[in-house]
């Protein structure tokens, strides 16, 4: 099953930059792509450079809603799924979510950003609500897909928590900065999860200057034995693609060892 991250720049113009997200699903699934996985705020520039006002609230939109609904019809056109990552209204609140259309271009359910920091050029809690949806897998035609959104891939409980729902692939939609991290190491992160947990990671990245932060790109994948399969370019535009054997997922120490030898009766007792 081969997959496509979609690793591109986001503009001010938020309908251009849809249309640019379209075409590349498009040449994503020429290259044979199942799956097509974009990055965080994907469409739109990376709000919480600056703190939340009024008017950059008002730009969240419903899911569904103008995206979803653009996207979808793509999906099932070229049959292929989709995992997104927009700026989300539901109600008086806003949240970072990843909608999940399988390829049949239907709506399978949105995955809400659970943990919310906020620290310079990062000041995400005055956007996002905690999200209140759990950590969901979603059975599609390309596999069983889970999300980790950007700062929840830090939480092994998450990643955790997504092996024990049966997740094959994880992906992240990240906002990550140049400089932000120590070289090497959010891959050693995703590497590790990979490994513990028995799937496949894709992490998707912004790429591109803008006012305060200069996104690093740099996309990666790994396979449940822990090793980068496929890796983007610095600093550039690219539709990053990997096949991934989800047969591999059974096979895999997590699933064959791990999982199996868990103890949860007694973590209760160990974490707070």
């Known amino acids: 099953m081969k997959i496509a991250l979609v690793q591109q720049q986001a503009s001010e113009d938020r309908a251009r930059n849809r249309a640019r997200g379209l075409e590349a699903i498009a040449k994503a699934a020429e290259q044979g792509a199942r799956l097509v996985c974009f990055s965080e705020l994907a469409f739109e520039p990376f709000y919480p450079q600056e703190r939340a006002t009024p008017a950059a609230l008002a730009l969240a939109e419903p899911v569904p809603g103008p995206t979803v609904d653009a996207f979808a019809r793509c999906a099932a056109e070229l049959g292929v799924v989709v995992v997104l990552n927009v700026f989300e209204r539901a109600g008086e609140r806003t949240y970072d979510t990843s909608p999940v259309i399988d390829a049949d271009g239907r709506l399978l ?116 034995a822990g090793r980068v399969i496929a890796r983007a370019a610095a600093g550039c535009e690219e539709i990053l693609t990997c096949d991934m054997d989800l047969a591999l997922v059974e096979r895999s120490h997590a699933r064959r060892l791990f999982l199996r030898d868990r103890r949860p009766e007694l973590y209760a007792g160990w974490l707070a």
Not at 111 to 130: L, S
Not at 176 to 181: F, H, K, N, T
Request: proline share 7%.
């Open 109 to 224: 359910g949105a995955t809400r950003m659970v943990h919310i920091t906020d620290y310079a050029c990062f000041h995400e809690q005055g956007y996002y609500a905690p999200g209140d949806c759990g950590a969901p897998v979603y059975a599609t035609a390309a596999g069983r897909v889970g999300v980790a959104i950007c700062y929840d891939r830090h939480y092994p409980e998450y990643m955790r928590a997504l092996a024990l729902k049966g997740a094959e692939i994880v992906v992240v939609p990240q906002a990550g900065a140049v400089g932000e991290w120590p070289e090497g190491l959010q891959e050693a992160e995703l590497r590790v999860a990979s490994f513990q947990n028995g799937y496949f990671t894709a992490l998707c990245n912004r790429v591109g200057p803008e006012p305060k932060l200069t996104f690093s790109g740099e996309s990666f994948a790994c396979d449940p």
